[in-house]
């Protein structure tokens, strides 16, 4: 049974705290993805990765970065947390497509992060 | 950024009704895909459609990708309190290893 794991599924943090998330992956997929879900705004990508030490930004970025050290792990941090990043975050994992219109993404069950 | 527009963005219907979800964009996507979301978990794949035009049939659920491949729709027939969730399409580009995500459509289903 294929799987993503996140290190929390709450967690409660103070403005300007640095919050680490972690994802783990069990498929050996190459595409790793975080991001977060706002209600009516659907999921946002934060930061993908194609490979180990490969990252690129996704459409919301500031105020985050990651590593990704070894293939199975994917780490979101917030430098100094901010109540604005109060939210549902998501992992997801994908192998790589090449020569494909089509791929399909497994989601972690998500950590809700609460800054107050 | 491509933007994906989905309706309605709520809906609360009685056991049995019938229901449609439409997904549209102005950009076209190599792919469509449809997720279900449960609270408390992440969102599972519930089909892809690829070609303009397509039609897939998952038990009582119909998805269309429209034929210039920038709209979608997801038809519920005779919903059950089971269908209960969150639905996101989401659309494919770079060869589908990135996804475009609408906004979502949170279904109730009431006995």
């Known amino acids: 049974d294929v799987k993503v794991t996140q290190s929390s599924r709450y967690l409660v943090k103070r403005t300007g705290e640095k919050v680490f998330l972690e994802c783990v992956q069990d498929m050996d997929h190459e595409n790793m993805f975080w991001y977060r879900q706002d209600p009516g705004l659907g999921l946002r990508l934060i930061y993908f990765?194609?490979?180990?030490?490969?990252?690129e930004k996704g459409d919301i970025p500031e105020g985050y970065s990651v590593s990704r050290e070894k293939k199975e792990r994917f780490s979101l941090i917030l430098e100094s947390a901010s109540t604005n990043q109060t939210s549902m975050y998501l992992c997801?994992?994908?192998?790589?497509?090449?020569?494909?219109?089509?791929?399909?993404?497994?989601f972690g069950p998500g950590t809700r992060l609460t800054v107050l | 950024t491509q933007l994906l527009e989905q309706s309605p963005q709520f809906l609360s219907i009685q056991e049995g009704e019938n229901l449609t979800v439409y997904c549209n964009s102005s950009s076209v996507f190599s792919s469509l895909q449809w997720y279900r979301q449960e609270p408390g978990e992440g969102p599972v794949l519930l089909v892809t459609v690829v070609t303009g035009g397509e039609v897939k049939k998952l038990k009582r659920l119909t998805f269309q990708f429209g034929d210039a491949r920038k709209d979608s729709s997801l038809h519920i027939t005779a919903a059950q309190p089971g269908d209960t969730g969150l639905y996101l399409c989401?659309?494919?580009?770079?060869?589908?290893?990135?996804?475009?995500f609408g906004g979502g459509t949170r279904l109730m289903v009431k006995p």
């Open positions: 989401a659309g494919g580009y770079n060869a589908g290893n990135m996804l475009t």
């Open positions: 990765s194609y490979d180990v030490k490969m990252k």
């Open positions: 997801a994992s994908s192998f790589i497509r090449l020569q494909s219109s089509y791929n399909e993404q497994f």
